[in-house]
């Protein structure tokens, strides 16, 4: 299997990228990996020899962090992200991990890749973190925010079968983000959803609420982009307010200088437990091929991560797998 | 002015909500307050005698926290909550307080009260906790879950009006609930709410995300109820799962315990600026008269804040004003 990787795009590209990249090819010899982006800045990171399972696909342009998605991925046809895009698309790579700009690659997934026939709208599906440290895969976190029922309802169907493929899953528990955990609660949408998610092949469990996210009240948590962007940053903002009033509180005298010496192991593994960039890369589910977005600080076992995650997937035939059942075949 | 106080709502009714009263009564004299529930369960309450200022309305009736709210309010014309609306309705309370069930009170204030002329949607309005402990005021969280951009429009009035006139904030600082703080972010109903508030006799600060809520990045907040009651829940069961964790880290072992003796009150203080029910009670806004939902689990403090709270909003004749706004007079 071929991976294509965006050696361009990240806090710590492309350094980290291609050194992530390097070693996941001396784990797994039978994957190749196609590194795409600008040559010269890419050759002298490979230390003089270049293993047999990985390739350099030159690329002149980078899209950054600051680009507006669309006219870049528009304009831009030599950036490292839509080289990476095409390839998946002409069937030269059998999927692609970027760690740029979230924007532009799902409008490299949405206008390069291609939406997968029979879905309305791709979703993006990061891993929120969990206490148990298992995760819950969310989507869609951003990539549409005006969902209908019938996207939700393929969001769901996605998201099983992301889980049960990739992470080995049986039967994964999918839960609708609302409001409280009785049926006919929240939005007209939600409502609608609800109904529809009562049919579907999959295992629902029902309405589930932002406040028991941590506890893994399910396995795939269903919401509409807007809702799960706000439900993620109010944990994120929530967490990093109480660490950061916690580092004051300890900090204040020598007393609790010395509580803070006691704590502090305890501390660093809750504050890890809460940071939903450990949990890996996000893939761009509804596609016509595997996007993964990486974190933009990923660092080189974030990307033997993705690559990991990308292998297991495309073994699993993650994508023919959503096709035929989305699809009926 | 008179004050109906739903005496039969809420975990510690009729017990703490009457002693909360009486002490109301003693430090405003000048307020009339309604005690409205079971003659036989507060008389003994009274300790014999019953200040000039403090009245007892007879209700036969009690909607309990498991009642269906619509079905209640119209089936329990008895109930004290209701006999404490219709007191409003009818003139003979200039506000209403209760602790008990928020469906029913809504049901309460659409339906006994009223919905003020050019109002489409009242909403509920809570506090936000913020880490300066000075508060958010939030709106709609929970009243009604389809909010169209007119509903949010209406919301930023009110809101903008409450605070201004009962938190003596000049020009509060409105802000709309968003993905993100640039314009254009969102869904197609907060893209058009955006444009209204641009226009609105108003202080819009423009779009805000729910990360920095704690950190006060505006005086009134607004969004729909489905996405604030996300909002909210997400940043309770962050902040309930963390001091969880917290506490079980700091149990583990003799030195960890040491630490916990000495971090203790710090701990308690920012545990206590957590907790939205810290933050007196939520206004129904938009309705004939003044509705404030407090906290089921009310206290004497609680209820006397709630009446300390509805006076000054009172005396600033804040529904007077709110329908002179709205309706351009």
Not at 72 to 90: H, I, N, P, T, Y
Not at 279 to 297: D, F, I, M, R, W
């Amino acid at each position: 299997m071929r991976i294509a990787i965006d050696a361009m795009g990240g806090d710590h590209a492309p350094g980290l990228i291609v050194q992530g990249a390097l070693e996941a090819a001396a784990e797994w010899p039978d994957t190749e990996l196609l590194l795409v982006g600008d040559k010269v800045a890419i050759e002298p990171l490979l230390k003089g020899s270049l293993p047999t399972n990985v390739k350099i696909i030159h690329a002149e342009e980078v899209i950054g962090p600051d680009d507006e998605p669309v006219r870049a991925v528009r304009r831009k046809k030599g950036a490292s992200m839509v080289v990476a895009g095409q390839l998946v698309k002409d069937k030269q790579a059998d999927a692609m991990l970027s760690a740029g700009n979230t924007g532009a690659l799902m409008a490299t997934g949405l206008l390069i890749v291609g939406r997968m026939d029979g879905i309305e709208r791709p979703a993006l599906a990061p891993m929120m973190p969990t206490m148990d440290d298992i995760g819950v895969l969310a989507l869609d976190l951003g990539a549409n925010m005006d969902a209908k029922p019938e996207h939700l309802l393929q969001y769901a169907i996605m998201g099983s079968i992301y889980r049960s493929k990739v992470h080995g899953i049986k039967e994964p528990r999918v839960g609708l983000l609302n409001v409280g955990t009785e049926a006919k609660k929240g939005t007209e949408t939600a409502k609608a959803a609800f109904d529809l998610l009562e049919q579907a092949p999959i295992n629902f469990i029902g309405n589930v609420e932002a406040r028991d996210v941590l506890n893994r009240n399910c396995d795939v948590l269903i919401c509409d982009g807007f809702a799960g962007n706000i439900m993620l940053k109010a944990m994120e903002g929530t967490a990093g307010t109480i660490f950061s009033m916690l580092k004051e509180a300890f900090g204040s005298s020598v007393l609790t200088k010395i509580a803070a010496a006691i704590m502090l192991p305890k501390l660093k593994q809750l504050k890890k437990k809460m940071d939903y960039k450990e949990h890996g890369g996000a893939p761009l589910l509804g596609l016509n091929g595997l996007v993964v977005k990486c974190h933009g600080s990923s660092d080189v076992i974030a990307v033997k991560n993705a690559v990991r995650q990308a292998r297991i997937a495309l073994q699993g035939n993650l994508i023919d797998s959503i096709s035929a059942e989305i699809n009926g075949k």
